[in-house]
Nanobody, 124 residues
Framework: QVQLVESGGGLVQAGGSLRLSCAASGRTFSSVAMGWFRQAPGKEREFIAA????????YYKDSVQGRFTISRDNAKNMVYLQMNSLKPEDTAEYYCAARSGPMARTSESDYTYWGQGTQVTVSS
């Protein structure tokens, strides 16, 4: 079992940056892939970024590629999402998620464990 807690959300102006953190617990953390998703009002939860268990493989949603960076530190049981050049369209609740396998995946259905979410609001 993996437990996840997100932090780092907040209010930022367009063009600014935020770093989201996901603190994970569980002895299997180092061997599972991780992902970030977000959900805006009136929309379904969407994939943002994913990273393999070793950190050597990543995937990004097209609209955030080049602006967002997912990373992990297995020694610290942490996953991060560095968000730069934020846009109002990035406003959403952001969720950290964990798979039950080591390979990075981009579909919500591929993830088993979820955090409670952290709100990111980008003003114009």
């Amino acid at each position: 079992q993996v437990q996840l807690v997100e932090s780092g959300g907040g209010l930022v102006q367009a063009g600014g940056s935020l770093r989201l953190s996901c603190a994970a617990s569980g002895r299997t953390f180092s061997s599972v892939a991780m992902g970030w998703f977000r959900q805006a009002p009136g929309k379904e939860r969407e994939f943002i970024a994913a990273i393999s268990w070793s950190g050597d493989r990543t995937y990004y949603k097209d609209s955030v590629q080049g602006r967002f960076t997912i990373s992990r530190d297995n020694a610290k049981n942490m996953v991060y999402l560095q968000m730069n050049s934020l846009k109002p369209e990035d406003t959403a609740e952001y969720y950290c998620a964990a798979r039950s396998g080591p390979m990075a995946r981009t579909s919500e259905s591929d993830y088993t464990y979820w955090g409670q979410g952290t709100q990111v609001t980008v003003s114009s």
